[in-house]
């Protein structure tokens, strides 16, 4: 153990970050390019593992091995702390109750490591695993859960899988797939004060379009990358996959390190100062070639806000919504016409004039604790709009939501007139009671705009933390730079 | 996992880019812990006027005249014909199901979600990716001609149009192999166990850090 080296590099030929960790996790390839990759960590929640345990229980299958898999429920939880006290019983919706029952069940019987949903510790999957120090640089993560792009933020290669891969996974710690492509998005120079993360990863996906990245792994960086914390990474990780890309990837820096050192699964003492020694070897090297390269200028980045109902449509909040009648190609033409129909949008309204019924600030993408103190900072002593019906804040976990309140952030929040919940995915997807009421316009800070995503018939708009909170104060869009 | 072999069915043509996942099936019916039944409330918030919820008969539910599932004359469509990024959004493998389970054998496409792609494999759901000129070419004959069906041949890896001329179309061939013989992905990636298990013996002494059990500090 004394002589472990810094195995992750190979002077040989130049590499990219995502060749790097292919390369260390390759197990056996076949000559069609399909690959087996070795999966140290296999994060679950309840929506997506049911079945995936039921199938390995009918093939008289055991995990391969208990201790790489780590699980928490979050989609379906409630989030009152009403509701939350009572426990499992707290679960109104019986099919909800049974599914958060099941993933219980299911840990225990195949001694799996769960945050249960009293834990203090428990909140969103990819939240947690990053606050537990369960995801580590250089390592291969993967949940059933297409955010599991987030913690590409840390420099572990890490991606979304569907339920017949989760069993595969539980059963081999392997994953079956093809190498990716290579994809650099260069974020170049420095954001302006009031754009943030959000902002950036909008921006790009506005840009090449959801199914830009489709096929590749892209790996963020530039100054405006670097510059952004841990947690500002993880936002821009998270939207990967809106971009197409199942994985999204960030260089191991000494923020990395220190954000990572400490935490419970954390390795520490002799052992942290050689996964420390390795891990900073995480970067493309200087020479390495991508298959594609995307530049944009930090200083072009505006505060985003989408209009539409796919992530692509999205314009800067000086902007307008598109007319489609200026829309030269049909297709195009006809895709804003619809979802300007869904959105109960016209084509050239200011951005600023939509006005808002509701606002949910948390999801995997914006709920930590930087989210929450952005958020906090613009409310402070202002009170939400009368015309906004519903206002909330979700905390990513319960640390997360522990810490706001040692800061006093609950209180502003509270006191501005928003609701302040436990940890869970709420309405960034309303699987649970959290849902967006029909026809309404809600900022959000989640991720994903599409039909009917936080309630039927609701039109969501993806703003960052500070932004759906000015938005809350106005009850419509505001440009943030102008708050001062 | 049910084989692909040739299948022979009605054409059902979704003029929409970006279907996704949530489009698809929507989350409330994710809840389930079976994989089965899902068919019912395939594209949901479409096909019926109301909101759907699980445990409703669906039956009773008012249902939208306008949307293509429910036109008689796609009445037990096996093909699905879909524009571009079809399956994007989350990596609900319930999106398969419900097509699976709805009757669908087959997809084509200009192209695709990555996950979503990747989940129809593993459920005997053949998506076809197909250049963006013969996809248009094949909504202009679906939509002029009532009971159109198009026959899928995955060993030949050909579509037969219903005047015999054909299409052809690539498939990765390991995957083409485990859908023509139904094979179980996870049995033969353990018939190489103990390939993994050297690779893992050998990755656990380079770095140990990635194998401590929780709440431990050292291995
Ligand atoms: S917060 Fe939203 S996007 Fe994130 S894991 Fe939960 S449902 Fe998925």
Redesign the pocket.
């Known amino acids: 153990m004394k002589t472990v080296k810094s195995v992750l590099v190979n002077k040989m030929s130049s590499k990219t970050l995502y060749d790097k960790i292919w390369d260390t996790h390759l197990v056996s390839e076949r000559e069609d390019g399909t690959a087996l990759i070795y999966i140290d960590r296999h994060l679950i929640h309840e929506v997506t593992s049911p079945q995936a345990f039921e199938g390995l229980r009918l093939a008289g299958r055991l995990p391969w091995r208990a201790d790489a898999n780590f699980a928490t429920p979050?989609?379906n939880i409630p989030t009152t702390t009403e509701e939350r006290k009572q426990g499992l019983e707290g679960i109104k919706d019986p099919v909800s109750k049974i599914q958060v029952r099941t993933l219980d069940d299911n840990c225990a019987e195949f001694g799996i490591f769960e945050l249960k949903m009293a834990d203090a510790r428990q909140g969103?999957?990819?939240v947690v695993g990053p606050e537990q120090g369960a995801t580590l640089p250089g390592m291969t993560i993967v949940c059933g859960?297409s955010?599991t792009s987030t913690h590409g933020a840390l420099g572990a290669l890490a991606h979304g899988i569907g339920t017949s891969e989760v069993e595969h996974v539980l059963a081999t710690q392997c994953l079956m797939q093809k190498k990716a492509r290579n994809m650099l998005v260069r974020i170049d120079g420095q954001l302006k004060a009031g754009c943030t993360a959000k902002d950036i990863v909008l921006a790009i996906i506005g840009k090449i379009g959801t199914a830009g990245g489709t096929g590749f792994t892209i790996e963020f960086g530039g100054e405006a990358i670097q510059a952004l914390s841990v947690e500002g990474r993880m936002t821009v990780c998270n939207m990967a996959i809106e971009a197409g890309a199942r994985a999204g990837l960030i260089a191991v820096d000494e923020k990395t390190l220190d954000y990572i050192k400490g935490r419970p699964f954390a390795p520490s003492g002799e052992l942290w100062e050689q996964a420390a020694q390795s891990w900073r070897s995480l970067v493309s090297d200087t020479d390495a070639t991508f298959d594609e390269v995307v530049v944009l200028q930090a200083e072009d980045i505006e505060p985003q806000v989408t209009w539409g109902t796919s992530p692509e449509m999205v314009a800067p909040i000086t902007g307008n919504v598109p007319d489609p009648a200026q829309e030269a190609d049909e297709t195009k033409r006809g895709n804003i016409q619809q979802a300007l129909a869904y959105m109960g949008l016209q084509g050239g309204t200011a951005i600023k004039e939509i006005k808002l019924d509701c606002i949910f600030i948390?999801?995997?993408?914006n709920s930590r604790i930087e989210d929450l103190r952005a958020a906090a900072n613009v409310v402070k002593g202002k009170k939400v709009a009368n015309s906004v019906e519903v206002a909330m804040v979700v905390p990513g976990s319960g640390l997360v939501k522990k810490q706001a309140e040692a800061e006093g952030l609950d209180r502003i929040f509270i006191e501005a007139g928003l609701e302040w919940r436990e940890p869970g995915?709420s309405m960034?997807?309303a699987m649970n009671a959290d849902q967006l009421g029909e026809g309404k316009h809600c900022a959000s800070t989640?991720?994903?705009n599409f039909e009917g995503r936080q309630g039927f018939g609701g039109r969501t708009h993806l703003v960052s933390p500070a932004m759906a909170a000015a938005a809350a104060i106005a009850g419509h869009f505001v440009d943030i730079r102008e708050l001062g | 996992m049910n084989k692909f072999i040739v299948e022979k069915g009605v054409v059902l043509p979704l003029d929409r880019a970006n279907v996704d996942t949530d489009f698809i099936i929507p989350k409330q019916f994710l809840k389930s812990i079976k994989r089965t039944g899902f068919g019912v409330n395939l594209f949901d918030e479409h096909r019926y006027l109301d909101k759907g919820l699980p445990d409703t008969d669906n039956s009773l539910r008012p249902i939208n005249p306008d949307f293509v599932l429910n036109q008689s004359r796609y009445r037990d469509a096996k093909v699905l014909l879909a524009k571009d990024n079809f399956g994007c959004g989350?990596s609900r493998e319930h999106a398969p199901w419900a097509l699976d389970d709805y009757g669908f054998r087959a997809i084509l496409a200009p192209s695709y979600a990555d996950i979503f792609f990747n989940n129809c494999f593993k459920n005997g759901l053949l998506p076809i990716v197909l250049d963006k000129a013969t996809i248009s070419a094949l909504f202009t004959e679906v939509e002029a001609n009532e009971g159109y069906q198009l026959e899928v041949d995955l060993e030949q890896q050909t579509i037969i149009k219903p005047d015999g001329s054909t299409i052809e179309f690539s498939v990765d061939a390991f995957r083409k192999n485990c859908l023509l013989n139904g094979l179980d992905d996870i049995g033969l990636t353990l018939e190489g166990s103990e390939t993994i298990r050297n690779f893992e013996k050998s990755w656990r002494s380079t770095a140990p850090w990635y194998f401590m059990t929780p709440n431990a500090t050292t291995t």
Request: some cysteine; aromatic content about 0%; proline content about 0%.
């Open positions: 979050d989609h969103i999957v990819h859960d955010h948390g999801s995997c993408t995915c960034c997807l989640s991720n994903r | 989350s």
